[in-house]
């Protein structure tokens, strides 16, 4: 089955709202990283998050190991931040990347 | 700080015919490089692990044979991909790392086969 799973698959915002995306993951041995895609295709590294609570600008990392979950918040949303957020299993060698979260901030 | 360059980013090629891109790490080592590859409306799948002085490993799904890959030193990797048809189009992106775990990403060579 999906080893990374992500909610919701699709987010509509106004700008200034904030956003919250999960990404549950199917063991407690996964190391967690945050990319976005832009609308257009390149893949940024947002965060790498194994455990815990990382902040990186707007953007707000939790991962609950031993719940096998994690979060990104985005507060204060802008319309550049439309595009596609994935959560990705980092086993070292290899990633498994969830489905996606397409956001879409209005003006 | 750690980056990646992808070449060519876009790319058009007739069916039936073969692509090769590049992909150059600037700033580390590139210790091991793995090819993806996004399919439209999919997320990204895993082609091949490539680490150097070991053999380069193939998931399921992806050979050698259709996507050979070079990784000659800790800074360059190639990947072709040979009679390309159209279930090969798609956004192609290398990730490279070095000791650690966190993986850099270029901007991707997305294939466009007609």
Known sequence: GQQVQQSPASLVLQEGENAELQCNFSSTATRLQWFYQRPG???VSLLYNPSGTKHTGRL??????K??????HISSSQTTDSGTYFCA????????FGTGTSLLVDP | ?????????????????????ECQAVGFQATSVAWYRQSPQKTFE????????????????????KFPISHPN????SMTVL????????????????????????KGTRLTVV
Request: hydrophobic share 35%.
């Open chain 1, 67 to 72: 719940e096998r979950r994690s979060s990104l």
């Open chain 2, 83 to 106: 009679n390309a048809y159209l279930e090969d189009r798609g956004l192609y992106l290398c990730g490279a790392k070095t000791g650690g775990a966190e993986v850099f990403f270029g």
């Open chain 2, 1 to 21: 700080g750690a980056l990646v360059y992808q070449y060519p980013r876009r790319t058009i090629c007739k069916s039936g015919t073969s692509m090769r891109m």
């Open chain 1, 89 to 96: 299993r980092n086993m070292g060698y290899k990633l498994t």
């Open chain 1, 41 to 43: 295709g390149s893949l």
């Open chain 1, 60 to 65: 707000t990392s939790t991962t609950v190991t």
């Open chain 2, 46 to 65: 895993l082609i091949a692990l490539s680490t150097v002085n070991s053999a380069i490993k193939y998931e399921q799904n992806f050979t050698q044979e």
């Open chain 2, 74 to 77: 800790l800074s360059f990797s």
